[in-house]
Structure formats: structure tokens, C-alpha cells
């Protein structure tokens, strides 16, 4: 028994160095063990951990930080966008991995998050309306996008001769000559 504890209540034996733990204050439970608050310290910086948020993987403990960076992270999420680790809610998009606030059309910077949306050739992700104005057909005759109207989400057209019309824009005609 340690002298200078000897009035101190005795609560057991530390999980990291084995030695006795006395003293209210002293000490955390983690894991269903005890720990004097001394030992109880990430395997990576030594931050003392007690009473913070800490991960373990195969019997090592990790800090938040580096949990995160020091590949301990079992399944790291990386945003496709910004390129940072993701450490809160992750959006999925065709595959990729992405911060909500990243997840924006690469024409208007409008946030995408719980929106309609497409993406290109090129992955590239876009609002509806922008897709459509930088992809749409252009009318062969006046050289103008062909786009929805206003309240539809199809646009209607003419095909000839590998040509596209607006329906008003086309004429008929076909000169074979």
C-alpha cells in the first residue's frame, strides 16, 4: 500500500500500469476497466484522455485526431471535392464520398444536398437547370439550346439527319441534292 494513500480508498488495479489506484479523481473507467487518468492516454501523442472522446482498435487507444490521420481509422472517407477527411456525415454520390457543404454544381456552387442532380462524361456534378443549359442539344437551325419548358422536365425536339430542331424551328424541307 502507498504511504501517502494509506486514508484514500482503494478502487483496484490500473489496466495500463497495474499499480494500485486510490483516491476518488483519480482515476476513469474505460472499457470496462480502470485507469489511473495518468495512463489513460493516447498510444499516438500521449494527450491524456480521460473524460474525452478516444477510439480503440486492436487494443491500442487513439486520441480523435489521431484516430482520424494516423491510419488506425479503419475506413477513412476522404471528400472527392476538397480532399479532406470526412469526420461527420458523409453523402454518397455515383460512388464517391463527400462533406455535405462540398457537394455542389461545378457551374452555379449551389449546395446539392438533398437535391436533383446529374453528373457528366467526366464526373462532374450539376443542378438540373445548369446540365441542361451546358449539355442541351443546340437547335441546328437557330443555333439556341434546346431546353424544357418552363414547369416540364423534358425537352421535345426534332431529329433529322442527325440534326436537332426546336419543333418550330423546323421546317420540313429535305433537299436530297
Known amino acids: 500500500m502507498d504511504a ?27 472499457m470496462g476497466r480502470l485507469f489511473h487518468n495518468t495512463c489513460f492516454t493516447c498510444s499516438v501523442c500521449s494527450e491524456k484522455l480521460s473524460g474525452k472522446p478516444f477510439y480503440s482498435v486492436s487494443g491500442r487507444i487513439y ?7 494516423s491510419g488506425a481509422h479503419p475506413a477513412q472517407e476522404v471528400c472527392n471535392s476538397c480532399g479532406n477527411l470526412i469526420k461527420d456525415v458523409v453523402l454518397q454520390a455515383r460512388g ?27 464526373q462532374q456534378i450539376y443542378c438540373v437547370d445548369d446540365y441542361r ?11 439556341v439550346p434546346i431546353l424544357p419548358t418552363e414547369g416540364s422536365t423534358e425537352s421535345i425536339r426534332v431529329v433529322s439527319f442527325d440534326q436537332t430542331y426546336h419543333t418550330e424551328c423546323y421546317g420540313g424541307e429535305v433537299n436530297l441534292i
Not at 486514508?7 to 482515476?27: D, I, M, N, Q, T
Not at 462540398?102 to 462524361?121: N, Y
Not at 443549359?133 to 443555333?143: S, T, W
Request: positive net charge; glycine residues 6%.
Open 63 to 69: 486520441c480523435e485526431d489521431d484516430f482520424l490521420y
Open 4 to 30: 501517502g494513500c494509506s486514508s484514500s480508498l482503494y478502487f483496484g488495479s490500473c489496466a495500463f500500469c497495474s499499480k494500485a489506484v486510490y483516491g476518488e479523481g483519480r482515476a476513469c473507467r474505460a
Open 133 to 143: 443549359r451546358v449539355r442541351a442539344p443546340l437547335c441546328a437551325a437557330c443555333k
Open 96 to 122: 464517391k464520398s463527400y462533406h455535405p457543404s462540398c457537394f455542389r454544381c461545378v457551374i452555379c456552387r449551389r449546395s446539392l444536398e438533398a437535391e436533383p442532380f446529374t453528373a457528366d462524361t467526366d
